[in-house]
């Protein structure tokens, strides 16, 4: 997923796109056509086409908390990790000096890559607040390390969010526009 660090998201273009969401059927309406994202597609996109793809994402009767994830990826203590977590709105938050700091400081090679890939993924691919890492980011990195898919989560969060924005009429997109907008180009360009 690095490659999606280089792709420029066009915000005229985005909101443009966004005007043509169909909130009621969840897909886009130009004209006389009707598109979606599929999995299928996402899945190539994200290239991640080794990954158990008949594995759905779902959540398992002992999820582990955010605090308790946060230890396993940062390999720091819970009191460490308590400290540290912010409510943003609706969500929990750490913010992003602390794991900068801790990836400067940290012993642990794995860990410290581990750290930079969580912040990547919550500053860059799923920005949510402002110089902080989502909870959200963190179930998905789980995801991730245990082999499972993420693209039915990633393309539920591209739709949730498409109807959060053409609901309020305009809004910012926190979902991965940078999955979005090359699924888009290859249905037009």
Request: proline fraction near 4%; aromatic fraction near 12%; charge should be positive.
């Amino acid at each position: 997923m690095p490659y999606l660090l280089d792709i420029k998201v066009d915000k005229h273009l985005f909101r443009a796109l966004a005007q043509f969401w169909n909130s009621a059927y969840s897909y886009f309406t130009f004209g006389k056509v009707d598109l979606v994202p599929t999995v299928e597609e996402y899945t190539t996109l994200l290239r991640c086409l080794r990954i158990q793809v008949d594995k759905a994402y779902s959540r398992a009767v002992n999820v582990l908390t955010y605090v308790k994830k946060l230890m396993n990826i940062t390999g720091m203590s819970e009191q460490w990790v308590v400290e540290r977590i912010k409510q943003k709105g609706e969500s929990k938050c750490i913010p992003w000096k602390s794991l900068r700091d801790l990836i400067l400081a940290h012993p642990d090679m794995k860990k410290k890559v581990d750290v930079f890939a969580l912040s990547i993924y919550g500053l860059i691919i799923f920005p949510k607040a402002l110089g902080h890492i989502d909870e959200a980011v963190s179930d998905l990195f789980d995801i991730l390390d245990r082999k499972v898919t993420p693209v039915l989560t990633i393309l539920a969060e591209t739709f949730r969010y498409l109807n959060a924005c053409r609901r309020m009429g305009e809004g910012r997109f926190i979902g991965c526009a940078q999955l979005l907008l090359p699924w888009f180009h290859s249905h037009f360009w």
